[in-house]
């Protein structure tokens, strides 16, 4: 059992690592029921076991308050730990499919198998349920692994490899900590399934190396969530849901709603009750709230910093030595405001009033596909215009973010928000490869597909095609 720190590139050693892995996995070990619920059995136990260093890492790089941990980190895996255990041998069972005629007498099933060698790349925002999640997927579908946190959330980085070394052997599971130079060198390796988790354009990178040994990946990418507040609401839960959803972790989650789009008529009432939930989350002063988490690094913190301007109704404090800026809403946002340029992924929220919901529609078409669209409205033609007219990873009324949380619905984006999900049966699913079996009889072998073919073959596939083989 080890994890590997490493400073410098080392080619030779991730190789070693892999094959070692393979190896392993060839050996069948990873495959039945019994291993795959032992594995998650254990790795629930170590989240217990190593909690306290799990809750004091995601403090000290993300200043993540105890209930956001528990919440949106550590319950939220050993629930869905809980929930596949119970279902696996379920989802393991081979699914028989109806076999026509013209294959009788015989069988047909599907039964999922592992794809091998999984490799798991890991962001810095939800550092644990971002990398545990992908991996009980791997484990769950029998799979090793080689998972590879994110080194810009280091305290975090070195609790999940110091986790993962106390639990499992390394040629079935493995942490390796490292930055872009480490990272580039893995991905030189042949892996037989990839998930990444990241912005968009290092997955492009992560995707042309995947592309090199054809490894087939899943990408859970961002981008600019929008979310659209209607008239006809409940204003008070309305409000407070998007003020939690905007900003918990500081803004620094992917399906954050983005930007809001507010409807004229209930736009200066709704922004009061927006303002009356910040003040009431996080007190004042707000830098002193315990509540509140603090961007991840000095770079983040610049960029984020320049998209405090405009008319800015309730925050815009920035502080760089403490890397904090306050939950900031503003107003009167055009498709010019520095915030309309790229995923904030931190505590701005802008605000874009509408009349037509047509134009909102529009300017959502218009953009790259996002992975969550969020609406708060009654109005269920209005919430099918949404699902009819727009494309998105995920749909959320009247909340946000929890969609997430639900156990049996995926979680993934489309074009540029990311290929594929999981969460669940569908992170069975991702890291499954489902193999079509076909069992015939030695009866009814069919002489008319055999050369030497003549006129009446033909007719006799035409007919059987048309006949047996639906
Ligand atoms: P990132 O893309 O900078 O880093 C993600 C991982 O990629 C890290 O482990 C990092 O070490 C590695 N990496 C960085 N540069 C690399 C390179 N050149 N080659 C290979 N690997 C490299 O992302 P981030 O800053 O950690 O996270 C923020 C982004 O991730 C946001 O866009 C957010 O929306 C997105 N995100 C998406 C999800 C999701 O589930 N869809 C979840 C969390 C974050």
Redesign the pocket.
């Known amino acids: 059992m080890e994890t590997e720190t490493l400073e410098k590139p080392a080619v030779a050693k991730f190789a070693s690592i892999v094959r070692a892995q393979r190896d392993y996995f060839n050996t069948g070990a990873t495959k039945p029921l019994a291993f795959r619920k032992e594995q998650l059995k254990k790795l629930k136990n170590a989240i217990r076991k190593h909690e306290p260093a799990l809750l004091a890492a995601l403090k000290a790089d993300l200043n993540k308050p105890e209930l956001e941990a528990y919440a949106t980190e550590i319950e939220v895996t050993v629930a869905e730990i809980d929930h596949i255990i119970r279902n696996l041998s379920d989802w393991m069972d081979p699914e028989r499919v109806s076999t026509p005629l013209f294959f009788q007498p015989g069988k047909a099933y599907i039964t999922p198998e592992p794809y091998g060698v999984a490799l798991i ?6 550092p644990v349920k ?1 990398l545990f999640g992908p991996l009980l997927g791997a484990i769950c579908a029998g799979n090793t692994s080689i998972v ?5 959330s280091p305290t975090c980085s070195k609790a999940i490899t110091d986790l993962i070394r106390d639990t499992y052997e390394s040629r079935y599971i493995i942490g390796i900590e490292g ?2 130079a480490d ?2 060198e893995l ?1 030189k390796e042949r892996f037989d399934y990839l998930l990444f ?4 354009e ?1 997955g492009r ?2 995707y042309q190396a995947a592309a090199k040994h054809l490894t087939p990946v899943t990408l ?3 981008g600019k969530s929008p979310c659209i507040v209607d008239e006809d609401i409940n204003m008070d839960v309305a409000a407070k849901r998007l003020v939690w959803g905007k900003f918990v972790n500081a803004g620094q989650t ?1 399906i954050a709603p983005d930007y809001v789009y507010v409807n004229r008529k209930i736009k200066e009432k709704f922004l009061g009750r927006v303002k009356h939930y910040i003040h009431e989350f996080f007190g004042e002063p707000q830098k002193q709230s315990q509540d509140f988490g603090r961007i991840i690094s000095d770079r983040h913190f610049q960029r984020i910093s320049k998209m405090v301007t405009g008319d800015v109704i309730a925050g815009g404090i920035t502080d760089a030595t403490t890397r904090y800026i306050s939950p900031t809403v503003i107003d009167n946002v055009t498709l010019d405001h520095p915030a309309m340029q790229e ?1 904030i ?1 931190g505590p701005i929220m802008p605000v874009l009033t509408y009349d037509n919901v047509d134009e909102v529609i529009a300017h959502i078409n218009r953009g790259e596909r996002p ?1 969550a669209l969020y609406l708060f409205s009654n109005n269920s033609s209005l919430r099918r215009r949404f699902e009819n007219e727009t494309s998105s990873g995920a749909i959320c009324v009247n909340e946000c973010m929890v969609h997430a949380g639900h156990p049996n619905l995926p979680f993934g ?1 489309i074009g540029n928000s ?1 290929i594929g999900g999981y969460n669940g049966k569908f992170g069975f699913d991702t890291f499954s490869h489902k193999k079509p079996v076909l069992v015939r009889s030695y009866f009814g072998d069919v002489k008319q597909k055999y050369p030497p073919y003549d006129k009446s073959k033909v007719n006799f596939i035409k007919f059987a095609a048309k006949w047996f083989l639906r």
């Open positions: 790349i890991a962001p810095w925002n939800y971002n590879k946190p994110s080194e810009i930055g872009v990272t580039t991905l988790t990241g912005g968009t290092i990178i992560v859970e990418l961002g992917c995923e992924f992975l984006g990311g």
